[in-house]
């Protein structure tokens, strides 16, 4: 999917338990090993980016996790502290700001700080330079967003701000990333699933806020741990009633209850994924297998990242 890797931001977002952080994952391989510079920022999650690819614990700074590859765990303090570093370019006036128990006291007072110190930062990145000043130090910034609900608070901060702050740095800081955002030659969303109907129906309603509300671009649809189908529609019919017939003794009752199971899961499956094909008929999909592995770690998001 080359287009959305040429993109300068992703937004990764998705109810919370579909696979945001191995999305983002596979994303950020896919695109270091076209020779993008990567950089996967997390909003103060629970991180277990670090143990997908068998490297240290990601903190609040960033580090190098595989070639062309950075991630950050952001926290809001670190984050809010970092990005005055990155906007006033001056270490003194920083500490002068940020050191000050009254402006501290009023920055946390301020609703969507916390939020907007993480989306400023992720935002900063996406324009940073290396210190040749020539040359951005990343190509592609990759927002893991949290779960839905804060996902969106997060997302609507930039207009919040265009729309009550007064002229001034934060503002047109706001602005620029609101350009960006809504540019679909430089921005995308990347909206994560699983094929349940829970999920299905979330995401539906998610796509219309984010297209609606925000403004914003959907660019792919992920539909993750899709199961390879083992039964036809018949065949999960006959499968679904085999248990019924056998008495519960029978060493074959615990294999039909088994494949009943399966034989449901695959029809929710099915009626999950036609929801969505009708819902968001135009929105590009990919579908990642589930991998039946007892270990889910590098090589899975590896195998993952092809599909990117």
């Given at each position: 999917m080359?287009?959305l890797?040429d993109?300068?931001?992703?937004?990764?977002v998705?109810?919370?338990?579909?696979?945001?952080?191995?999305?983002?994952?596979?994303?950020?391989?896919?695109?270091?090993?076209k020779?993008?510079?990567?950089?996967?920022?997390?909003?103060?999650?629970?991180?277990?980016?670090?143990?997908?690819l068998?490297v240290?614990p990601?903190g609040?700074?960033?580090?190098?996790?595989?070639?062309?590859?950075?991630?950050v765990?952001?926290?809001?303090?670190?984050?809010?502290?970092?990005?005055?570093?990155?906007?006033?370019?001056?270490?003194?006036?920083?500490?002068?700001?940020?050191?000050n128990?009254?402006?501290?006291?009023?920055?946390?007072?301020?609703?969507?700080?916390e939020?907007?110190s993480?989306?400023?930062?992720?935002?900063?990145?996406?324009?940073?330079?290396l210190?040749?000043g020539?040359?951005?130090?990343?190509?592609?910034?990759?927002?893991?967003?949290?779960?839905?609900?804060h996902?969106?608070?997060?997302?609507?901060?930039?207009k919040?701000?265009?729309?009550?702050?007064?002229?001034?740095?934060?503002?047109?800081?706001?602005?620029?990333?609101?350009?960006?955002?809504r540019?679909?030659?430089?921005?995308?969303?990347?909206?994560?699933?699983?094929?349940?109907?829970?999920?299905?129906?979330?995401?539906?309603?998610?796509?219309?806020?984010?297209?609606?509300?925000?403004?914003?671009?959907?660019?792919?649809?992920?539909?993750n741990?899709?199961?390879?189908?083992?039964?036809?529609?018949?065949?999960?019919d006959?499968?679904?009633?085999?248990?019924?017939?056998?008495?519960?003794?029978?060493?074959?009752?615990g294999?039909?209850?088994?494949?009943?199971?399966?034989?449901i899961?695959?029809?929710?499956?099915?009626?999950?994924?036609?929801?969505?094909?009708?819902?968001?008929?135009?929105?590009?999909?990919?579908?990642?297998?589930?991998?039946?592995?007892p270990?889910?770690?590098?090589?899975?998001?590896?195998?993952l990242?092809s599909?990117f």
């Amino acid at each position: 999917m080359p287009a959305l890797l040429d993109q300068q931001f992703l937004f990764v977002v998705g109810k919370g338990g579909v696979g945001k952080t191995t999305v983002a994952a596979s994303l950020g391989l896919a695109a270091a090993r076209k020779g993008k510079r990567v950089l996967v920022a997390m909003a103060n999650a629970k991180e277990r980016l670090s143990t997908l690819l068998e490297v240290e614990p990601i903190g609040p700074h960033n580090q190098n996790v595989a070639p062309n590859f950075d991630a950050v765990n952001m926290v809001p303090q670190h984050a809010l502290e970092e990005y005055g570093l990155m906007v006033l370019k001056s270490r003194t006036l920083q500490r002068a700001i940020f050191e000050n128990r009254i402006v501290t006291a009023l920055l946390r007072g301020t609703p969507g700080i916390e939020a907007w110190s993480m989306l400023g930062k992720a935002f900063f990145h996406t324009k940073e330079t290396l210190p040749d000043g020539r040359s951005k130090r990343y190509d592609l910034v990759i927002l893991d967003a949290p779960a839905t609900g804060h996902g969106l608070d997060m997302l609507r901060v930039p207009k919040v701000i265009v729309d009550v702050a007064p002229p001034g740095l934060l503002r047109r800081e706001a602005e620029d990333a609101l350009a960006l955002f809504r540019d679909p030659a430089r921005c995308g969303v990347v909206l994560v699933t699983l094929a349940e109907d829970m999920p299905a129906n979330e995401t539906i309603e998610l796509h219309g806020a984010v297209v609606k509300e925000l403004g914003m671009n959907p660019q792919a649809l992920v539909v993750n741990q899709v199961l390879p189908r083992l039964f036809t529609p018949s065949e999960r019919d006959a499968v679904s009633g085999l248990a019924a017939q056998l008495p519960s003794g029978s060493v074959l009752h615990g294999l039909a209850l088994a494949g009943r199971a399966r034989a449901i899961r695959e029809g929710v499956q099915e009626q999950s994924l036609a929801k969505l094909a009708s819902a968001l008929p135009k929105l590009p999909r990919v579908t990642l297998p589930m991998l039946f592995t007892p270990e889910f770690r590098r090589e899975s998001i590896e195998s993952l990242s092809s599909a990117f």
